[in-house]
């Protein structure tokens, strides 16, 4: 390949090396992709500790909680809900249609039917035996697999922005970075090392899972060895290629691993914003694949809505179905089951006051981890908006 076609292949926001006159645009552009893939987070650690010092640890917590949990709605809550909109357009196409390899197919019904079905049996058997225990263990399915929700957005991070800057990695590569994704997320879900004790998760209280210390050393100890072995593979790396993983994708696979998933707690402030941080990071691969289609389809066709429009509505969409899944359906569900038990003088029972919401949170959360695992596949293509911006629809 020609070093011209080279500099065709890489991502606009490389165009500071090549074309001087777009250089601050460039530049801002890189930075604001830093900050919204996790730059920013490393940005906060010094400024909640100036806060916390300021004006005190319990002060500081108070305002920080309190703006996270406002912000969700615009930012946590779409993030969610944005990936239903993305999963279920033309689901009958991506089901049985030819859009999909058989393989990706059968993802899809899997991720799209078979689990939402098998998820909302087990939560109505738990809601509907007004049991703690079985709902206890939906949450700690939820906690368990966060984590790998969080390594592996961090991994596409890595993977699609470097691509979009002409970098590639090989199997090796790829398998040392999945290592130490992997070997994070069951340290962060093992440690600390405790035994079955009473928690409780939006108002339902019940008994975790014990995690003994044997294997939350057995833990700690493949995470250093595969952090050891990434080291390598960098170093090597530069040493043939004379290069490193550019900046913003590398930060945003770090920080998915070592800040918001196993340090998650060394600073109690971050705590409240990583959901959000998290949630930023998706809702920008959303924008870049919903932006690029959008012109795409504006392209195709002279009679349909501007791409504005197409971002607008997808946008409008999210806040809504945010609101109705996370606010709406489980007030007015909770609500309704409070009147009731009221009304016949009967007490809550062990699922507290929220068992709805509780319920919905679990749902939505897991069945987010599973439908991504769909929508954000190499096989997928669509992911082809992800990497060109004059890619075409369907059929073009």
């Not at 003088?345 to 749902?363: C, I, N, Q």
Request: charged fraction near 15%; include cysteine; hydrophobic fraction near 50%.
């Amino acid at each position: 390949m020609s070093e011209a076609s080279t500099i065709r292949t890489l991502d606009a926001s490389l165009s500071v090396e090549t074309n001087p006159a777009l250089a601050p645009a460039g530049r801002i552009q890189q930075g604001l992709e830093f900050l919204l893939v996790g730059g920013a987070t490393l940005f906060l650690y010094p400024l909640l500790w100036l806060l916390r010092n300021v004006i005190g640890l319990d002060s500081a917590e108070l305002a920080v909680g309190f703006l996270m949990f406002h912000a969700a709605h615009l930012i946590n809550d779409p993030h969610f809900s944005v990936t239903y909109l993305l999963f279920y357009k033309d689901a009958r196409r991506r089901a049985f249609g030819t859009a999909f390899s058989t393989t990706q197919r059968v993802r899809y019904v899997v991720a799209g039917l078979i689990v939402p079905l098998l998820l909302g049996a087990w939560l109505l058997w738990a809601l509907g035996t007004g049991s703690a225990h079985r709902l206890g263990l939906s949450i700690q399915l939820m906690f368990l697999l966060v984590g790998w929700h969080y390594v592996k957005q961090g991994f596409g991070v890595l993977s699609v922005l470097s691509a979009r800057r002409g970098v590639h990695y090989s199997a090796f590569e790829r398998r040392a970075f999945l290592a130490h994704c992997f070997t994070g997320w069951a340290y962060a879900w093992a440690n600390p090392a405790s035994p079955a004790s009473e928690a409780e998760e939006k108002g339902v209280v019940y008994l975790s899972i014990p995690h003994p210390i044997w294997f939350e050393r057995i833990c700690a100890v493949a995470f250093a060895l595969s952090a050891i072995a990434l080291a390598a593979t960098l170093l090597r790396k530069w040493q043939r290629e004379r290069r490193l993983p550019p900046l913003a994708p590398l930060t945003g696979l770090l920080v998915s691993i070592w800040a918001w998933s196993v340090y998650s707690s060394a600073d109690p402030l971050l705590l409240y914003a990583i959901p959000a941080l998290h949630s930023l990071q998706y809702l920008y691969f959303v924008w870049l694949l919903s932006a690029n289609k959008a012109r795409a389809a504006e392209r195709a066709s002279h009679f349909g809505p501007p791409a504005y429009q197409r971002l607008l509505l997808l946008a409008a969409g999210a806040l809504a179905l945010g609101w109705t899944l996370f606010h709406g359906l489980p007030e007015l569900l909770d609500g309704a089951r409070l009147s009731a038990h009221r009304r016949a003088r009967e007490t809550l029972g062990e699922l507290g006051a929220t068992p709805y919401f509780a319920a919905l949170f679990v749902f939505v959360n897991i069945h987010h981890y599973f439908m991504d695992n769909v929508i954000w596949r190499r096989d997928n293509p669509e992911m082809r908006f992800l990497r060109d911006e004059t890619a075409t629809q369907p059929g073009d």
